[in-house]
């Protein structure tokens, strides 16, 4: 199943490693730490003009880079798409 982001952004699901909270997240040291690295390695895509909510990383199978979308939806509803089957 495939997974619509914001705008023109459709991921596989099977690609997700996970999905986060961003307000929660940013608050850990560690987190603000991954997401500066990869956002220098050029791994950061912004799929909304928004303010992001949630950002989810992705690794498609057999590839070493990773991928952080950064999303306007929340954690949850991402996760309700999943659960439900809806992709959009």
Sequence with gaps: ?????????V???????GIFD???TSQSYR???????AEQAGQVESVSEE????????Q??????QRVYLAQ?????LL???ENGVSF
Excluded: N, W
């Design 60 to 65: 498609r199978a057999g590839e070493k880079e």
């Design 22 to 24: 961003l307000d929660i």
């Design 11 to 17: 991921i596989d699901d099977r690609d997700i490693i």
């Design 1 to 9: 199943m495939y997974l619509h982001l914001g705008q023109s952004t």
């Design 73 to 77: 939806p929340t954690s949850g509803t």
């Design 31 to 37: 987190t603000r730490q991954f997401l500066s690295r």
């Design 80 to 82: 309700k798409r999943i």
């Design 51 to 58: 303010l992001p909510k949630s950002f989810v990383l992705c």
